[in-house]
């Protein structure tokens, strides 16, 4: 079994993707110990509560540093053996806690890097107003600087004449982001996933 803890900051509808695999036996080798949140009232945390799953706030205002908070952050996680942390929507800085799980943080992307990659606004309404034809999702191993680091998988996703940012957004969550989380965690807690220099190799 793989000890993982989610890290969440919004209303966890990437956590909730992880919860409902858990729910259908997606993910057999896998056991959620802990959501973590700087926001007591994040309703990722009341997600995680109604499911069973431990929820805890490490309030950033405690902390005189956003390096101090990142650093009681990996602390908690490794008091708790924690092997995988998952980005479930987590927008803080993640500081010093990539160099303590490298290669051991899951998060995604709602474009298909490099497109994107450091737009800081909505990358959906950027999508729209550049005129892309595809776009879609992307998962990753964060790197030293918690940023987006070795590609684990992608997916694209049309963008449709109809489409605003909203019903974008909504399109590449379900058709990509959500299940390529679920998919990379999976894989990870299968021992199928290898990351040579910059590259993630997924083995049969």
Known sequence: ?????????????????????????????????????????AYAMKRALSAGVPAYVVDPELFPTMT????????????????????????????VVPYQFKNR????????????????????RAVLERGVKVTGATVYFADGDGRVGSIIAQ?????????????????????AEWKLLSQAVALYCDGKLSVHGSRVLISA
């Open 155 to 175: 997916k694209a996703v049309e963008v449709l004449p109809e489409d605003d940012p909203l019903s974008l957004q909504r399109r590449v969550m379900e058709e």
């Open 1 to 41: 079994m793989v000890r993982a803890a989610a890290l969440v900051s919004g209303d966890g509808t990437q956590l909730q993707a992880i919860l409902d695999s858990m729910y259908f036996n997606e993910l057999p080798n896998f056991e959620l110990v802990a959501v973590i949140s700087p926001q007591r009232d």
């Open 68 to 95: 101090s908070h990142s650093m009681a952050i990996a602390n908690k996680l490794k008091d708790m053996d924690i092997e995988l942390v998952i980005l479930a929507g987590y927008d803080l800085p993640l500081g």
């Open 105 to 124: 943080i899951i998060g995604t992307w709602p474009s298909l890097i490099p497109a994107f990659e450091d737009y800081e606004g909505d990358v959906h």
